[in-house]
């Protein structure tokens, strides 16, 4: 009786080294899933990031030129004043 006991703890044995090994498996496949999709999402945020940055720079600009065409309001409404012996 006692060989039957050992080959049943033998294949008790084994079957749980394979189950811990379908597990891990799994478990691999879904990290590398996981890994996919955030290196996926991580690409989609990079793109938005540049977006941002270009849009960015455009109301930079934009602001430079609002601030020149004030300035030289400004600097016209000045010498109109100052023709006319006012002050600013």
């Known amino acids: 009786m006692q060989p039957f006991e050992k080959l049943k703890d033998r294949l008790n044995d084994a079957l749980e080294k394979i189950e ?6 799994l478990e691999n496949r879904e990290n590398e899933s996981s890994l996919e ?12 990031v540049d977006s941002l ?30 023709a006319s012996g006012e002050t600013v």
């Open 53 to 82: 940055k270009a849009e960015l720079s455009n109301l930079k600009e934009a602001r430079e030129q609002e601030k020149k065409e004030l300035q030289s309001l400004y600097d016209q409404l000045s010498a109109a004043l100052a």
């Open 20 to 25: 811990i090994s379908l597990e891990t498996e």
């Open 37 to 48: 999709s955030l290196i996926s999402e991580n690409e989609g945020l990079k793109r938005q």
